[in-house]
């Protein structure tokens, strides 16, 4: 029923027990999964300071894309025995915004997140992310709690 499934990573519990559930539905559909990881773009204003900030600015670029790369490499390390399709990809941008895009762009026919991630707010059943997500995906969203 699903052939391409795309599993956004935050670095969260909540988003590895949406990549475990992602990969045992695909074994079972032998379909092919994406891990995607967005790395939320620095505001932009964030720019005017670059005279003073230029150096930090790139060291916290630089450290952001190598937390990313090896959270997405252990993933993909973690299950390299499984025999399934795997892909990860790492986007700058809008978290919710980059995740909708590569569904359509990428014709994925599933999304599975966390309903949370990293974000402190308690109390709230969903995130931000998964909240937009939800509501303007063009495919349909697997939300595990
Ligand atoms: N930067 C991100 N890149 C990829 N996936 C993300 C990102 N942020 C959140 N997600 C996905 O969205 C889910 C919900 O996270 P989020 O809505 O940000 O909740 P919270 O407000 O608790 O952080 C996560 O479990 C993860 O699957
Ligand atoms: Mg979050």
Known sequence: ????????????????????????????????VMFLHVIPALPPYV??????????????????????????NKVREDHSNSGLTIDTKIIWGNPSMEICREAKEGRFDLVIMGSRGLGEIKGYLMGSVSNRVVRHASCPVLIVR
């Open 1 to 32: 029923m699903y052939n391409k499934i795309l599993v956004p990573l935050d670095g969260s519990a909540r988003a590895k027990v949406a990549a475990e559930h992602a990969l045992e539905l695909a074994e079972s559909m032998n379909a092919e």
């Open 47 to 72: 720019n005017k300071y670059s005279d003073r900030l230029g150096g930090t600015y790139q060291q916290i670029r630089d450290e952001l894309q190598l937390s990313g790369e090896s959270l997405l």
